[in-house]
């Protein structure tokens, strides 16, 4: 089956810091992928997103570049913010039981302090 | 202009009730879905509806059922609640035929059964 594993957090760094979240993923087709960012009190928003092999999603300053040979889709900004205080979601969607289906890792919870 | 609109926001009922959250978007999307976030922040998909036919149905209790009277709405009935069923339940939807299944997700409702 599908699974995504991503690093476990909280994450806490002070404002301007580099941010590194780790994802990585197990699919038996070619999923596409997604992070996905919850602010606090908030629903789910879609961050980024790759479709095929070595496409790279952009957004607010995160990146995620999607590499099959190593099953990954880390997550990266190079200076953080306060207002990047959230929970970030790692996901992927392939088809399963004839619809697409997303598949979530567990969150990581992201501080940002001043 | 919601996108994808909840009701109610927040849900406090007593065991053995039974409870309903509406769920509607107004994108015109094909499929919608609902999913429960637990305590600890992890999503599991519980159902999703692609015109009116539920598609997908994880494994959960069957004291949960979506209902959808038209394509925009997906409504979860909820009878005999238990205290295991305190979470936050997310609707999102999304357009299928796009492949790529980026799902949009309503603000969220938090049900507290004491």
Redesign the interface.
């Known amino acids: 089956g599908n699974s995504v594993t991503q690093m476990e957090g909280p994450v806490t760094l002070s404002e301007e810091a580099f941010l590194t979240i780790n994802c990585t993923y197990t699919a038996t087709g070619y999923p596409?992928l997604?992070w996905?960012v919850?602010y606090p009190g908030?629903?789910?928003?879609?961050l980024l997103?790759a479709?095929k092999a070595d496409d790279k999603g952009s957004n607010k300053g995160f990146e995620a570049t999607y590499r099959k040979e190593t099953t990954s889709f880390h997550l990266e900004k190079g200076s953080v913010q306060v207002s990047d205080s959230a929970?970030y979601?790692c996901a992927l969607?392939d088809m399963?039981?004839?619809?697409?289906?997303?598949t979530?890792g567990?969150?990581t919870?992201l501080s940002v302090i001043p | 202009d919601t996108a994808?609109s909840q009701t109610p926001k927040y849900l406090v009922t007593q065991m053995g009730n039974d409870k309903s959250i509406k769920c509607e978007q107004n994108l015109g999307h094909d499929?919608m879905?609902w999913y429960k976030q637990d305590s600890?922040?992890?999503?599991k998909?519980m159902f999703?509806y692609?015109n009116k036919e539920l598609?997908?149905n994880e494994t959960v209790p069957n004291r949960f059922s979506p209902k959808s009277p038209d394509k925009a709405h997906l409504n979860l009935h909820i009878n005999s609640l238990e205290l295991g069923d305190s979470a936050v339940y997310?609707c999102?939807s999304?357009q299928?035929a796009r492949?790529?299944?980026?799902?949009?997700?309503?603000?969220?409702t938090r049900l507290t059964v004491t």
């Open positions: 596409s997604f996905y919850q908030e629903g789910l928003q879609l997103k479709t929970v979601f969607s399963g039981a004839g619809s697409y289906q997303l979530f567990k969150g919870k | 994808v499929t879905y600890k922040k992890f999503l998909i999703s692609n598609i997908i997310f999102a999304s299928e492949g790529q299944n980026e799902q949009y997700f309503g603000p969220g």
